[in-house]
């Protein structure tokens, strides 16, 4: 059989082992200290770093997995690249260095011509101020490090509100960007295999609550716009010789794309493809770093999907399944998601309204 290890034990490690087990593949974890690892509980051996351990040692411990592959971006690269001493590591740890660093992803984006908005580094009350006296309000400000679900991230419309997240952000190395005027966000998901075969999904439309992703739809149908993210997408992965699944997150704005940002890994935007597409996200993740012909990408019906923040009670309504990660509760905490699908948008629309509706009543 064919052994996986996954660095990080969440919702998206889970949903991986799930699907690789129709793939005859078998897992172990590498989990933090401290982290949680009730979502992989039954699906594989977990490792716990704890420090002071060498490479081989845990590789070792981790069975000596055919590759290695991580669920989030914020993995410690040095591991990575001890670990990949032993066994490939996709995608390449050079990608995750990247990832977790705004300034260093931002600077990446640009370079590989991708369009972003005008972004300025910048630590410290004065560098903030002069950051935006440049790119002028509203702008967000975006520590380098840590951010994810909208954290440590400020939106500033006005003075008042810079001196407030200057007080939040401390001389945390920043990057100060303009706010971009979008009339919604868009992600393209996409897997590129050892061999460099690709494939990607039909483009999702996203809304957001608060920074955090509530509701998913797909196919949000764009051929100008699709053609442009796979373009995007595709020079992305070129340039970083990238393996495995990599999720675009962009804004659609008059002028067409703005890209926001990346992540090195299957996506919350990409759940409804266990439900909605011949071939999940996570199947495909699987199959690329494994280097497997891909699954179809094709979503036979329009699909939805909302998120359960910080609930885990299943909504009463009609749907077409509802995943429990069996985490722990806490407030405004990913702990599952609800899939719909069907034939018509605009019922799929009022059926997604209505879910969120009743989890969030
Ligand atoms: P994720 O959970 O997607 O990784 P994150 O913490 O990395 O989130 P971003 O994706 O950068 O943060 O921002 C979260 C949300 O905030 C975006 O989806 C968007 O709605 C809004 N946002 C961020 N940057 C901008 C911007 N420059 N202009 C307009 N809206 C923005
Ligand atoms: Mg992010
Ligand atoms: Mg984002």
Redesign the pocket.
Same mark, same amino acid.
């Given at each position: 059989t064919r052994h996986i290890a996954i660095v990080g034990c969440g919702q998206l490690a889970q949903m991986m082992a799930q699907e690789g087990e129709s793939l005859g593949i078998t897992f172990s974890f590498l989990a933090e200290r401290d982290e949680d690892a009730g979502c992989v509980e039954g699906l594989g051996t977990l490792v716990r770093l704890e420090g002071g351990d060498s490479g081989e040692q845990l590789y070792r411990a981790l069975g000596c997995p055919e590759v290695i592959t991580a669920e989030r971006e914020q993995v410690d690269v040095q591991l990575l690249r001890d670990l990949q001493r032993f066994c490939p590591v996709y995608p390449d740890p050079h990608v995750f260095e990247k990832a977790q660093h705004r300034l260093r992803e931002k600077c990446a984006l640009s370079e590989s011509g991708l369009p972003v #908005?005008t972004f300025m580094p910048a630590q410290g009350r004065e560098a903030l101020q002069r950051a935006l006296d440049t790119v002028g309000y509203p #702008? =967000?400000i975006?520590s380098c490090e840590n951010?994810?679900?909208?954290?440590?991230?400020w939106?500033v419309k006005d003075a008042a509100q810079l001196r407030e997240a200057v007080e939040e952000a401390q001389n945390l190395p920043c990057v100060v *960007? #303009?706010?971009?005027a =979008?009339s919604c *966000?868009v992600s393209l998901i996409g897997a590129r295999s050892v061999s460099g075969e690709v494939k990607t999904y039909p483009l999702t439309e996203?809304l957001?609550r608060q920074?955090?992703?509530l509701l998913s739809k797909a196919p949000f149908s764009n051929a100008q716009l699709l053609a442009r993210a796979r373009a995007y997408l595709q020079k992305l992965m070129d340039d970083w010789d990238y393996v495995g699944v990599l999720s675009l *997150?962009c =804004?659609v704005t008059d002028d067409g794309l703005v890209v926001? *940002?990346i992540?090195p890994r299957v996506h919350?935007s990409g759940h409804w493809t266990l439900a909605g597409a011949s071939t999940s996200q996570f199947a495909n993740h699987l199959r690329a770093i494994l280097d497997m012909p891909l699954g179809e990408t094709d979503c036979p019906r329009p699909a939805a999907m909302v998120n359960m923040l910080g609930i885990d009670r299943p909504p009463s309504g009609n749907n077409d399944g509802v995943w429990l990660y069996g985490k722990s509760l806490r407030r405004g905490r990913k702990m599952g998601h609800v899939l719909l699908l069907d034939n018509c948008d605009i019922q799929l629309a009022k059926r997604s309204e209505a879910i969120i509706a009743d989890l969030y009543q």
């Open positions: #908005a #702008a =967000f975006k951010g994810y679900d909208g954290k440590n991230q939106r *960007e #303009a706010s971009v =979008f *966000e996203n957001h920074g955090t992703l *997150e =804004f926001n *940002e992540a919350n």
